[in-house]
């Protein structure tokens, strides 16, 4: 996330639109991904590591 935003500032910085609108989707994307790695260690956490992984059977 720090490394992309970085990237951003700087394609901003260097009026490069292009690379900032590209830079822009994947941090968008991998905040998905953040979102949901952090809802499994939640779960993981309530749940206890047995039953997070017999959900994941049953899903
Ligand atoms: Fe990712």
Redesign the pocket.
């Given at each position: 996330m720090k490394r992309l935003n970085e990237g951003i500032a700087l394609a901003t910085k260097k009026g490069d639109n292009g690379t900032r609108a590209l830079l822009e989707e994947i941090l968008t994307?991998?905040e998905e991904?953040?979102d949901y790695l952090e809802a499994q260690l939640h779960q993981i956490k309530e749940l206890g590591f047995a039953n997070y992984l017999a959900q994941q059977i049953e899903d």
């Open positions: 994307s991998e991904h953040i």
